[in-house]
């Protein structure tokens, strides 16, 4: 079974530039996460979603970024317009429910120049 | 202060030497997670703890809920076990996720 897919694994953007990340979780998994990592540091939350409802986007910036599950499925999440320090990885997380095995994708990995 | 703290943050040992990774938390939790992290590399999922104790392999994970505490051990520990290993817990109430800082753990041959 296909695991947690990310795209793109690699963007470079110019600042003030848009960009979208893909995900696509496990198939049934209902609990989805989209988190932020820095270099040398862990993952910070930035939505969570249980089917297509976001029940914790406390630490989405909403000027700049936003997500959509449609369908309770993939996801899309956004950034317009980028800046330097969103420079990080993008990590996307499902598990099947709020408190199950987590799965990681390998994370879309932005440069913003 | 931190929800979730992890001991020690970095840790260097020789190949073969019985490894401890500790994790302490302050809230209430339905499970905790043990995940492992490879310089540049994604992050996998080694176990998910609600109580007692799980083995795979050359790793333990324990947890003790009245204590609030789970330690991670690896024994017989190899280079190729140098990576991050995170802990994180799962609310008990509404399953948000807390992560610790992560331990760096360095194995030399």
């Known amino acids: 079974e296909a695991g947690v897919v990310q795209s793109p694994r690699y963007k470079i953007i110019e600042k003030k530039q848009p960009v979208a990340f893909w995900c696509n979780p496990i198939?049934?998994?209902?609990?989805l996460y989209w988190y932020l990592q820095n270099l040398g540091q862990g993952p910070e939350l930035l939505i969570r979603?249980?089917?297509?409802?976001?029940?914790?986007d406390s630490q989405l910036p909403k000027d700049r970024f936003s997500a959509e599950r449609l369908k309770g499925v993939d996801s899309t999440l956004k950034i317009q317009p980028a800046e330097l320090g969103d420079s990080a990885v993008y990590l996307c997380?499902?598990?099947?429910?709020?408190?199950?095995?987590?799965?990681f994708g390998e994370g879309s990995r932005l440069t913003v120049l | 202060k931190n929800e979730v703290e992890q001991s020690p943050q970095n840790l260097t040992a020789q190949e073969g030497e019985f490894i401890t990774i500790n994790c302490s938390y302050s809230?209430?939790?339905?499970?905790l997670h043990w995940l492992q992290q490879h310089p540049g590399g994604g992050i996998v999922s080694l176990f998910m703890?609600?109580?007692g104790k799980k083995k795979h392999g050359r790793l333990i994970a324990t947890i003790n809920i009245q204590e609030k505490h789970s330690s991670l051990h690896i024994t017989a520990s190899h280079p190729r076990d140098s990576a991050v290993y995170i802990c994180?817990?799962?609310?008990?109430?509404?399953?948000?996720?807390?992560f610790g800082k992560g331990t760096l753990l360095t194995v030399n041959p």
């Open positions: 979603y249980e089917n297509e409802e976001a029940v914790d």
């Open positions: 994180a817990v799962v609310g008990g109430s509404n399953y948000k996720l807390t």
């Open positions: 809230v209430g939790i339905s499970a």
């Open positions: 703890l609600s109580s």
């Open positions: 997380a499902s598990s099947a429910r709020g408190a199950g095995e987590l799965f």
């Open positions: 198939s049934g998994h209902n609990t």
